[in-house]
């Protein structure tokens, strides 16, 4: 196994990566998280899936975090008579309900919400962008627009509207279906595409409650409008780079990185950084110097996870996409200035009680004493755990809990290190014991090393850690 990082990597599995041996090479690569996207693939395919990455969980004694990705309401033109037509700059194009098969001088457009929100003026982006739009009339479910930038346009291409709010769920009747199964699986997170507003998040919750926790994706600039809130209500946070780009002016997007990195550590939320990090890995086998680069900042700004989209999915080099994230995060880490680095975005306005005061003291405990092998957090819902990732301590985070199934979510946060005894949780005498036997199972620390302990007394409260302690390694 390749040696540990505080930075995950999360790989999204297809049709490349869909085997037992092929999954168990990934998680050999450095894998600590397995993304399932709901926008491809059967119900009977995921549930194949899963149970593989269960079992090789049990294999190797991981605790293997599992996301379902829900694929949100695609927006998308219809079909054209030919294969694709060629837009050219200056001409009328327009776009209405007719179902009939477009040509050169109009398509369908098969979202009555589009013709509701759109004004004179707004853009319309299609294909990635590629092709763009301005609104000159909009009525009778039929929008004359006129071609800014033209191109080759084919059928079902994607529709992206920057800055404009449709009124539209971000949970559409699809993915309810594939919701409710994905809960039924016992997926660990559920990922929200398409997110808008807080509303949506809300909305969210109400369906999944606490069967999993939720990931919103930000994707649309109306979300940054919502930014903290939408932080707030989510369990975790992905800067969603794709459609971000598309949506907003691409040269904006690093900066969004960041600020959202940033927003997510202030309130303890995991954040991960996606689309397109490796992605000429997809055809060839070593990536770009910039794709390097990429990972790197992704890694020094500090982020939960780094995520490999089509490179382990379709790709031809799916492990060795995985394993060259590893040695980039493995190396970025290594580096003298990263700590200095990541808590310079440490942002103590919003530690204002006792909880945060103990995490804020034994992260820095771990972080002077030069003989702390780990800080051990034990907490029955996860949030103590948070807290501590939040701080980012130099130290590994060994998250000891109740069941597998807060390990398995824990499993995905920076640093954490997840180890399950619900036995010994439950008894607070014995506390240090549970603490020593978790380091003991992950090799870490030596004779004479300290693990720095916190949690709330009673056991198993949200809120309420209040207590700091220190135990030593005697074998």
């Not at 016992?186 to 939720?214: E, M, N, P």
């Not at 031809?316 to 700590?339: G, N, R, T």
């Not at 780990?374 to 000891?400: D, K």
Request: net charge neutral; aromatic share 6%.
């Amino acid at each position: 196994m390749p040696i540990d990082t505080h930075t995950k990597i999360l790989a999204t599995i297809g049709p490349s990566t869909a085997t037992r041996q092929m999954l168990e090479k990934l998680i050999k690569s450095g894998v600590d998280a397995f993304r399932f996207n709901f926008s491809h693939g059967t119900h009977e395919e995921h549930a194949e899936r899963l149970q593989i990455v269960r079992e090789l969980s049990e294999k190797y004694a991981r605790h293997l975090t599992v996301i379902a990705d829900l694929q949100g309401p695609k927006l998308r033109i219809g079909t054209f008579k030919n294969d694709k037509v060629l837009l050219k700059k200056g001409q009328k194009f327009v776009l209405d309900m007719n179902t009939e098969a477009g040509d050169e001088s109009r398509v369908c457009l098969p979202h009555k919400e589009i013709f509701a929100a759109v004004k004179i003026g707004n853009k319309l982006l299609l294909n990635d962008g590629n092709i763009e739009l301005e609104v000159l009339k909009n009525q009778n479910q039929v929008i004359e627009t006129k071609v800014l930038v033209g191109g080759y346009l084919s059928a079902h291409k994607g529709v992206n509207l920057p800055n404009v709010k449709l009124p539209i769920s971000a949970i559409t009747e699809k993915d309810k279906k594939d919701l409710q199964f994905a809960l039924d699986l016992g997926v660990d997170w559920v990922c929200l595409s398409f997110v808008q507003t807080l509303k949506d998040v809300k909305t969210a919750r109400k369906l999944i409650g606490d069967k999993a926790w939720i990931i919103s994706k930000l994707e649309k600039p109306s979300a940054i409008d919502e930014l903290d809130s939408i932080i707030k209500e989510s369990d975790g946070i992905m800067v969603a780079r794709g459609d971000l780009g598309v949506e907003c002016p691409i040269h904006t997007v690093p900066v969004l990185q960041k600020k959202i990195v940033k927003a997510c550590r202030k309130y303890g939320r995991p954040v991960i950084v996606a689309t397109q990090m490796l992605e000429s890995m997809i055809n060839n086998p070593t990536p770009t110097r910039a794709e390097v680069s990429d990972v790197a900042t992704a890694v020094f700004d500090g982020a939960d996870a780094v995520m490999l989209s089509a490179e382990t999915a379709a790709g031809s080099y799916p492990a060795e996409s995985v394993a060259m994230m590893h040695k980039i995060i493995a190396q970025a880490e290594q580096d003298e200035a990263y700590y200095s680095r990541i808590q310079m975005d440490k942002d103590l306005s919003d530690c204002d009680d006792m909880a945060d005061a103990i995490t804020y003291a034994a992260c820095e405990m771990s972080n002077f004493l030069p003989n702390v092998a780990a800080v051990a957090t034990f907490s029955a819902t996860g949030f103590t755990t948070l807290s501590m990732a939040r701080e980012r301590p130099s130290r590994p985070i060994l998250a000891i809990t109740l069941d597998k199934v807060v390990a398995r979510r824990l499993a995905l946060v920076w640093g954490v290190k997840p180890y399950v005894n619900s036995e010994l949780f439950k008894d607070f005498s014995r506390l240090e014991e549970a603490a020593l036997l978790g380091a003991k199972q992950y090799k870490i620390g030596k004779k004479g090393d300290y693990l720095v302990i916190t949690a709330g007394y009673p056991i198993g409260e949200r809120g309420m850690t209040n207590l700091i302690h220190a135990v030593q390694i005697h074998n």
